[in-house]
C-alpha cells in the first residue's frame, strides 16, 4: 500500500517562506513522478511542480522564480521550498507521486499566507 506523508505546511505572513516536504513509502519502485498540486477554496486543484526521477522539472508559471522543488530518490521524497509567499499562495498542497504508471495522492497540507 503506497503512502505519501506531507509535512511542513503552516500560517506565515506575506513575504515569508515555508518548506514542504512529502515522503512515499510501500512500494518496490520508486516513483517516476513527484511532486506538488494545490487547490483553494472554490477552485480547482492545479500543478504547481513536479519533477521526474531524471530531474526534469515542470513548473507553474505563477510560482517561478519564487518555488523551489527537489528530491531524495533515495528517500523516495520531494521536497517543495517556497518564498517570497502572497496570499494568493494560500491553498491546500497536496503531493503526488506516479508510481507504475498510477497516480498516489497524500492527503493534503493547508498553507495560509496571512498577515
Known amino acids: 500500500q503506497v503512502q505519501l506523508v506531507e509535512s511542513g505546511g503552516g500560517l506565515v505572513q506575506p513575504g515569508g517562506s515555508l518548506r514542504l516536504s512529502c515522503a512515499a513509502s510501500g512500494s518496490s519502485f520508486r516513483p517516476a513522478v513527484m511532486g506538488w498540486y494545490r487547490q483553494a477554496p472554490g477552485n480547482q486543484r492545479e500543478l504547481v511542480a513536479t519533477?521526474?526521477?531524471?530531474?526534469?522539472?515542470n513548473i507553474a508559471d505563477a510560482v517561478k522564480g519564487r518555488f523551489t522543488i527537489s528530491r531524495d530518490n533515495v528517500k523516495n521524497t520531494v521536497y517543495l521550498a517556497m518564498s517570497s509567499l502572497k496570499p494568493e499562495d494560500t491553498a491546500v498542497y497536496y503531493c503526488?507521486?506516479?508510481?507504475?504508471?498510477?497516480?498516489?495522492w497524500g492527503q493534503g497540507t493547508q498553507v495560509t499566507v496571512s498577515s
Open positions: 519533477m521526474s526521477i531524471t530531474g526534469g522539472i
Open positions: 503526488k507521486a506516479v508510481i507504475l504508471f498510477r497516480d498516489y
